[in-house]
């Protein structure tokens, strides 16, 4: 069954510091892959996205994410956050067979230390 | 721009009640979709819809039922709430052609008492 793995729930990061966020997923084929944010009480925000080709990819705020299929991640980064990064964010995997659903890991609550 | 925009925002109901939350997208998106989100489970759909007229049951369709009379609007019902179903609601919507891209609303935030 496809499935989506955010290991972690909370991660703390100094602003200005480098940020990464783990992603592994569960699929038999090559799949759509998303990141998502989601600001305090506001609906989520599409980042960033991976359909194909280049396996590195970029978003919207200075985010990127690198597609491994070696190791079935799709780590979201950003080599300097910024107070208003604060959010929690969402991977999510789409495919071509499922009636454009999309799966959806857990999530983890960005943390923003001053 | 509009794009997908849900009513209420807020609701609190008590056990037994009935509501319906209202989903309207103006992008003339052939796909929509329910979720509810609670904390540390992420997104979890509910019901979903790949055209007007037709619904399909989600990972958690239990205690809801859906309409889709309209293209532009997809509706969630609650005929007799429960505790349970206290949570954060949110609808998304998307087209062919844009692979699973989809896009969100601002959430109904429901408390059932």
Partial sequence: ?114 | NAGVTQTPKFRVLKTGQSMTLLCAQDMNHEYMYWYRQDPGMGLRLIHYSVGEGTTAKGEVPDGYNVSRLKKQNFLLGLESAAPSQTSVYFCASTFVGQGNIQYFGAGTRLSVL
């Fill in chain 1, 1 to 114: 069954a496809q499935s989506v793995t955010q290991p972690d729930i909370h991660i703390t990061v100094s602003e200005g510091a480098s940020l990464e966020l783990r992603c592994n997923y569960s699929y038999g084929a090559t799949p759509y892959l998303f990141w998502y944010v989601q600001s305090p009480g506001q609906g989520l925000q599409l980042l960033l996205k991976y359909f194909s080709g280049d396996t590195l990819v970029q978003g919207i705020k200075g985010f990127e994410a690198e597609f491994k299929r070696s190791q079935s991640s799709f780590n979201l980064r950003k080599p300097s956050v910024h107070w208003s990064d604060a959010a929690e964010y969402f991977c999510a995997v789409g495919a071509l067979d499922s009636n454009y659903q999309l799966i959806w890991g857990a999530g983890t609550k960005l943390i923003i230390k001053p």
